[in-house]
């Protein structure tokens, strides 16, 4: 027998989950959000090395979307510190390509750029504004479909490439790499010669649209401090946060999810609800259910569709600054890491006094397939000398993850662009996270706006 009633279940305390949870709290309804770990937060989190707070995950918080309307309008506190700036390191030299001295390189590459690159420039503006056309398509078609035919995408056999088509216009070697390094690290460390030109630039439309653009910063105690904020709304309304407790299986009864069965350091028990929301991902979340539960199509579908993707990701400490830099700082010139951010330039409280922590990320050899982990923390650590001169004699490294595709956490439930909708054939059993994203959208943002989806749809078809 069921132990507790809840109005709603959410599975897994990401930032998907998080955001659902509080959302669903705040609108009145009685919450039970378990988490299988330790922490909250998931990809989403801070670990505590050698004094350091180290993210496990995702770290740059994107302001201007429904990441932090949740925090005003749930009355969470969403104390960040801003940090709203993007340079392209190149050589030994870093150009700001947003933020201050941004027009300054712009107006450098305009006079240094060969006549022949122009075109290049000229057709990126315009595959961008088609991009722009196309998701507004999509939105059209799909004000007269069901949730579950939304249209998302245009599904092609054989997508053209990012890679393939920059060097339709271009074969500057030093453009490439310096492109594939920009491509990775915005773009959820895919790979610029994986993934579809098409996407590239829907991402470039909707999330880093230049008529629209999004400021970001870094939370100042950790990221788990903000995940813990949002936990606070669902005990404050009269719900409850489990943490070290684990989702066994979700009941279903009559084609309706009825509760699920978790198991924790009180053993193992049930629970009754209206609603379960998972953000497990939506292959997990099959599986908590029992395949037989769904009709074949969805199955197949699901199958098909999801495309995890991997990552690798350093906590660096030193005694002095690696790289003297605000914000995100783009890496060419090294072999597999894209991207960095030295975030105790942004906040003095996730590291002991005298110390700093970098953050990098890396984009694996593939994106498509297992990688070789050995080869890629070698390759992470000859690029953090290459990249960083001082790391050699100044640096150590904290924490070096590998996060492949069959991980329990890799850099993504799926590729932006291979995404599952929020509803299942489960009537009240919902997706958030990124296995779910809008086309266009990825990162913390997207979790965050598929929360408000499913928020939005439980709040209409079973209200209070």
Known sequence: MPEKVFDCVVIGSGVGGSCAAAMMAHYGYKVLLAEKRANLGGRFSTMEIDGFKCPT???????????????????????????????????????PVSGPGALKTLWSLFTKLPPRLYRYAFMSTLRLFGAMGEILFFKFLNLFRKEEDYVYRR????????????????????VIQSVHAFISALFSAINDFECPASDVFAFGASMANPFKPHTFGFARHGNVELMKSLARVVTQKGGEVMTETEVKEIKISNGVATGVVLVGPQGEFEVAAKTVISNAGPSATMNMVGERHYPEPYVRKLKQ??????????????????????????????KTIVGAVNLTYHTRDVAPEGQHLLWTFATPATCTSKID???????????????????????????????????????????????????????????????????????????????????KKIRRDYPL
């Open 57 to 95: 995950g995702a770290l740059i918080v994107t302001r201007g979307t429904e990441l932090e309307k949740t925090f005003k309008v749930t009355g969470a506190e969403f104390d960040i510190v801003k940090a709203a700036q993007v340079s392209w390191k190149i050589g030994d030299t870093v150009y």
């Open 155 to 174: 599904h092609e056999e054989n997508p053209v490439t990012f890679r393939e088509w920059i060097e339709r216009y271009t074969d500057d070697k030093v």
């Open 305 to 334: 569709t999801l495309r995890p993707a991997p990552i690798v990701m350093g906590n660096i400490a030193s005694d002095v600054p690696l790289i003297d830099h605000k914000g995100l700082v783009v890496i060419t010139g090294t």
């Open 373 to 455: 982990k050995e080869m890629e923390i070698r390759h992470h650590m000859e690029d953090l000398e290459t990249a960083f001169p001082l790391f050699k004699q100044h640096g150590r490294v904290l924490d070096l993850m590998v996060k492949d595709i069959d991980d329990d956490l890799p850099c993504l439930r799926t590729w932006p662009g291979y995404d599952m909708p929020v509803t299942t054939p489960i009537p009240n059993l919902f997706n958030v996270g990124d296995g779910v994203k809008d086309f266009g959208w990825t990162g913390c943002p997207a979790c965050a706006k598929s929360a408000w989806k499913v928020v």
